[in-house]
């Protein structure tokens, strides 16, 4: 006998229209993301030509990160960041975490462009490659998520898990950058920067559902807690990896490092995806591993990277 199509669809979620609202929320995200870092970057630079400790050590001084207060465009960089965070919040209120974390990674495929046009450097063929390698991986990830994932309520059992991991790897990134500072460089700054906001999304998404709930007590506080303490965290470590590289390679790192915790968090710790079929697993490995492919090739043949 022929299979039973019932068998496959009994399989698949559809989304209300309130959660595929997300979607577009987490585009326009992106943008102000993308955006943001720009501002940024140019502004570590600025403060850093003005101080003259270019390449003198391997992170902002803090006589530089109080100076980067008084420029305009990190200052115009941070609100399109902190606007950037309000959507993606709004997003995650809106939608399961693996559908909309991951179209962050369109920041990098704006941040390219953007930068091509500011250093009038073309685009070459393998960067077009690469970029469409990125469009492509995650747009067929969050067209399967779509269909597959679901919002569940978060028990505390599950979000005492979430926070012990933040535990450790707070307490191992900050070990690190503490005794073995002059070694790090950029790639460095953008791994630890990326695990946290993985970790902050995350946190978020739990925040906004147990506020929905009313379940609103004492481990939700040491939530927001933590969340606070790894946004802070990160967001030093982002400062430090403007200094050390250039905008397309902090972008591309965050975009790669910070979608993978949170959707894996969202997987394994949250089960947003235990209805899914097997067809669809192998659909997220096989769109995550071509996007991430393509942000690294982007980020390696990018004319701005490269000099």
Known sequence: MPPDLSDFTDHF?????NQWLG????????VFLALGAQFQHRGVGRVEADTGEIDTSPGLSPRQLLLLLARPSWVIGTVML????????TSLYLAPIIVVQPLGATAL?????VNARISKVALDRKSIRAIAFCVGGVGIFVTVAAFTAKSSPISAGQLGVILAILGVITMGFSLAFAFLRDRFKAIGFILGA?????????????VIDRAKTGDFEWLTVTCIVALLAAAVLGGYFVQNAYSSGPPDLVIAGLTVVDPLVAVTIGIVVLQEASGAPWFAAVAYIAAGALAVYGVFQLSKHHPQAQR
């Open 13 to 17: 979620v559809t989304l209300t229209p």
């Open 23 to 30: 979607i577009p929320v987490a585009l326009i995200a992106a």
């Open 82 to 89: 902190g606007l950037a965070v309000v959507l993606q919040l």
């Open 109 to 113: 495929v704006i941040t390219a462009i």
């Open 194 to 206: 990326g695990v946290l906001y993985g970790f902050v999304a995350t946190l978020a998404k739990v």
